[in-house]
């Protein structure tokens, strides 16, 4: 990719931080920042500028003043969104967040027609379904960023267990992104060492619990979520694709006949490089984590039917 080039819409916390980390890490030539909220990019914008003084590459980054300014973007992350407020009920938040969707995802399609999209806004599932609807682009070009964050917590988690090995630890959580999702950590590797061989059953539930509820606790002591880790993560897909890496991530992706299911967005592993989505990986699963993932999906395709019941694809 000659560009190099990234949209961001929705500077907030977690599109700020993945701004940072990509310019940090000198991945783009460019960064377009956008923001319903008027002044948000402009000053995240100038303050990620000035710190990427002292980056190994240097990018220019910007903050588009219109969607129209979001143009001929490689690639776009859409963290838009309103999170969920006290009374509202699931059918709300999922209404509102896809009209927001629908807007932001009409004018990529419409100013970078060519780019990969990464979505980034809640319920991932669903609204990564919302812009596969929406655009009606090859699949493989719309990914949702969920296991790239739950797999580095479910990391983390087993680190905390071991005490070695930070940096070395497998990542793989399946399923959705939210409290039917799959973090699977005996499948995975510390080094070249099976983690079933270093962990008990026991410590297994533990890791899979505070991985499943790794946000909640964030949430405890900040009073916000976190977007350190999901601002990273995002950074870390946009890397795999700019630089064909041809990476192992898991990402909610649409599905067509793999695993038992089309025409449903879920988290399993798939190889991101050029093209956005290079490959499914298809794993095969035990009984026990087949069924837990047929729930996973059935919650997304609850979310998708909400959707259909309110008339939101037919126009």
């Not at 896809?98 to 980034?120: C, G, H």
């Not at 025409?263 to 989505?277: A, D, E, F």
Request: aromatic residues 6%.
């Amino acid at each position: 990719m000659t560009n190099r080039k990234v949209g961001i819409i929705g500077a907030g916390a977690v599109g700020a931080t993945a701004a940072y980390s990509l310019a940090m890490m000198g991945t783009c030539k460019e960064i377009v920042l956008y923001d319903i909220a008027e002044g948000v990019a402009k000053g995240k914008a100038i303050d990620i500028a000035q710190a990427a003084h002292y980056s190994p590459q240097p990018t220019i980054i910007t903050a588009a003043q219109t969607p129209a300014d979001v143009k001929d973007c490689d690639i776009v992350v859409i963290t838009a969104g309103v999170p969920r407020k006290g009374d509202m009920t699931r059918e709300d938040l999922l209404m509102i967040n896809a009209k927001i969707i629908k807007s932001v995802t009409q004018d990529v399609m419409k100013y970078s027609p060519n780019a990969v999209i990464i979505s980034v806004s809640n319920p991932l599932d669903v609204m990564t379904y919302t812009i596969h609807r929406i655009t009606g682009w090859e699949s493989n070009r719309i990914v949702g960023m969920a296991g790239a964050l739950d797999g580095s917590r479910m990391a983390y988690q087993i680190y905390k267990k071991l005490g070695y090995g930070a940096g070395q630890i497998g990542t793989l959580v399946i399923g959705d992104h939210g409290q039917n999702m799959i973090p699977l950590p005996h499948k995975v590797q510390v080094g070249d060492v099976p983690v079933a061989d270093l962990l008990s059953d026991e410590e297994f539930q533990d890791i899979i619990e505070r991985t499943k509820n790794g946000g909640a606790e964030i949430v405890k002591h900040l009073g916000t979520s976190g977007y350190y880790g999901p601002g990273r993560a995002v950074a870390h897909m946009v890397e795999a694709i700019l630089n064909d890496s041809r990476t192992v991530v898991s990402s909610s992706v649409l599905l067509n006949g793999e695993y038992g299911y089309s025409n449903v967005t879920v988290g399993v592993p798939v190889v991101l490089g050029k093209n956005g989505v290079e490959e499914i990986v298809q794993m095969t699963l035990n009984t026990k984590t087949r069924e837990k993932f047929k729930t996973s999906v059935e919650s997304i395709q609850e979310g998708i039917a909400i959707l259909e019941k309110n008339g939101f694809f037919d126009n």
